[in-house]
């Protein structure tokens, strides 16, 4: 049994009233990939985070009804993760999430969004073609049919391009650290961490098979991690990964984030 701290959750009701402090909805055991991703923001931020129960998708045996129809009344939507913060409006989209842990992190804390105009063209570039609308996660979602690739427009045209549009991300991030590593830079954007290494960090996980001491097994989780792993073995995938994403994972994940990953739920 892992020996790893059991975080506290609470109900979506809760965390929508409350009026202070910061709230994201989790499933607990599982590292969906954006609510992880925005953990790891938080983290290296300095935001201390009390975690809320996000609701399943589907009908309630019991009850028909959906199990989601609650979190799209206060959201206007279902996605994970939704991010409350004092008495503002939830915000549910990345960029806007990332915003937001910028404006009221730690002022210590590492600039996820660089200062520089350029830099900063360049990080959100990055950030949109690994997180955005057919970008990595979204084709990685459709690469099977299943109910989560139906939210995101599966078809068998989609699911068959959805490979090299996956692979095409990568090739751009493998050569992206390369280019930086000949100027001297372990970082994706400048000299410093920035939230493109934070995202990518998080979301290569969707393509590699990620060590226990990074993303611990648990009953949740462990399907989601065979999954992931077996991507990493798709020919057009399996052709444009190298040893500098994986290497640049390790680092970001282990250097500014919290490993092994808190998930809660059952651990194996």
């Known amino acids: 049994m892992s020996d790893q701290p059991t975080p506290t959750f609470i109900s979506l009701d ?10 994201v909805t989790f499933i607990p055991g599982l590292q969906a990939l954006y609510s992880e991703a925005l953990k790891n923001v938080c983290f290296v931020k300095g935001i201390s985070l009390t975690r809320a129960l996000h609701p399943p998708m589907g009908i309630d045996k019991e ?7 609650r979190l799209f009344e206060l959201t206007s939507q279902t996605s994970l993760p939704t991010m409350f913060h ?15 842990a910028e404006r009221v992190g730690s002022p210590s804390a590492p600039a996820l969004i660089p200062d520089d105009v350029s830099q900063r063209v360049e990080m959100f570039g990055l950030c949109a073609v690994i997180l955005g609308e057919d970008g990595m996660v979204w084709n990685m979602r459709i690469m099977n049919d ?3 690739s139906r939210k995101y427009g599966y078809s068998e045209t989609a699911s068959a391009a959805a490979p ?15 280019a930086q590593a000949e100027r001297g830079s372990a970082y994706l954007v400048g000299d410093a961490v920035s939230a493109a290494d934070i995202y990518w ?3 290569s996980m969707c393509v590699t098979a990620t060590p226990p001491d990074i993303m611990p097994v648990t009953a949740q ?30 680092h970001i994940l282990k250097t500014y ?3 092994p990953a808190v998930l809660g739920g059952d651990p194996l």
């Open 164 to 178: 090299a549009k996956v692979a095409e991300v990568i090739a751009l991030i493998d050569a992206r650290l390369k």
């Open 146 to 148: 299943g109910p989560l």
């Open 221 to 250: 989780n462990q399907g989601m991690l065979k999954f992931f792993a077996s991507n990493a073995k798709v020919p057009a995938i399996a052709e444009v990964l190298s040893s500098r994403i994986e290497e640049h994972q390790h």
């Open 201 to 203: 960090a998080t979301m």
């Open 14 to 23: 809760d965390a929508a009233a409350m009026n202070e402090g910061t709230r």
């Open 257 to 259: 984030c919290e490993t």
């Open 86 to 100: 004092d008495d503002e409006r939830p915000r549910n989209v990345w960029i806007e999430q990332l915003a937001l």
């Open 63 to 69: 009850t028909g009804e959906d199990r989601q129809a």
